[in-house]
């Protein structure tokens, strides 16, 4: 049997259709770009506040020891930092609020609006080295829904790399996928992919998000399509997370990893 021709390089889009550009080229972190909490409404602001480092056109994200975690009445010990283009909730007791990811969540810290990038169709990349995270730790980039609706909630991952899954010549599964949530339109459909290169080094990520179906590449290249498509607001979600073991051990903080570059194109 002749062998499966590889699928052509997913070509560039126009620069005229770009919408949104981290390029991380100044001293400070764009606060018109990013809201620095993760998912505050379920937590707080104060605990959910990112540690990074910007310069030299490089963003890095990192989880220190001393960090706190960002909701022990909901996630334990999961420590993150995380960088995301929107927030919203409703008030506090309520249960309104983004990225439902587990049953019983309850508003601590109401959130006002606010929206900076939120997007309903097309092409995101980020470009990212992940390149100091151990096996306690994950680091990732994803989209939710910005839940306008409480169905809107569904989520497209567009990598996520734990440290336990990169081998010691740099080779590594990478997740990738979408998750439904309370989505009932989405079915789950999501794997880990084998990648040869070396995601120590900076490479990029990938998704083509269209009203019928969402294409994930590396480096230009598909490795994998999902019929089905959320149909609504999505916003960013650039992280690092850490697992701490329950036994303490030597830990290797701090967690962290490179992004060079994050962009939104709308679609031609």
């Known amino acids: 049997m002749p062998a499966v021709p590889p699928a052509p390089p997913v070509p560039p889009?126009?620069?005229?259709?770009?919408?949104?550009?981290?390029?991380?080229?100044?001293?400070?972190?764009?606060?018109?770009?990013w809201v620095p909490h993760y998912l505050p409404q379920w937590s707080s602001r104060e605990r959910?506040?990112?540690r990074?480092?910007?310069?030299?056109g490089v963003l890095r994200l990192r989880v220190d020891a001393d960090q706190p975690a960002w909701?022990?009445?909901?996630?334990?010990?999961?420590?993150?930092?995380?960088?995301?283009?929107?927030?919203?909730?409703?008030?506090?007791?309520?249960?309104?609020?983004?990225?439902?990811f587990r049953e019983g969540l309850v508003v601590r810290e109401a959130q006002g609006e606010r929206r900076l990038f939120t997007p309903?169709?097309?092409?995101?990349?980020?470009?990212a080295a992940i390149d100091d995270v151990d096996e306690h730790a994950m680091a990732a980039l994803w989209m939710i829904g910005v839940e306008d609706d409480p169905t809107q909630s569904a989520e497209i991952c567009v990598f996520e790399v734990y440290g336990r899954d990169i081998a010691d010549d740099g080779s590594a599964l990478v997740g990738m996928g979408v998750h439904p949530f309370n989505d009932p339109t989405i079915t789950d459909d999501f794997e880990q992919v084998r990648v040869h290169d070396d995601v120590r080094e900076p490479h990029t990520y990938t998704v083509d998000w269209r009203p019928d179906e969402v294409v994930f590449s590396i480096d230009g290249l598909v490795r994998k399509r999902?019929?089905?498509?959320?149909?609504?607001?999505?916003?960013?979600?650039?992280?690092?997370?850490?697992?701490?073991?329950?036994?303490?051990?030597?830990?290797?903080?701090?967690?962290?990893?490179a992004v060079h570059a994050v962009r939104g194109y709308r679609h031609e």
């Open 71 to 100: 909701s022990v009445e909901y996630d334990g010990a999961t420590q993150v930092s995380n960088l995301q283009t929107a927030v919203r909730s409703g008030p506090v007791g309520s249960a309104s609020g983004q990225h439902p």
């Open 52 to 56: 990074y480092d910007v310069g030299d």
């Open 226 to 257: 999902v019929a089905q498509s959320p149909q609504y607001p999505m916003q960013l979600m650039l992280n690092v997370y850490a697992f701490p073991p329950a036994e303490r051990v030597e830990a290797g903080y701090p967690e962290s990893f």
């Open 120 to 127: 309903q169709f097309g092409r995101i990349e980020v470009v």
């Open 48 to 50: 959910t506040r990112a």
């Open 13 to 33: 889009l126009a620069p005229d259709l770009l919408e949104f550009d981290a390029d991380f080229s100044g001293p400070e972190l764009d606060l018109e770009q």
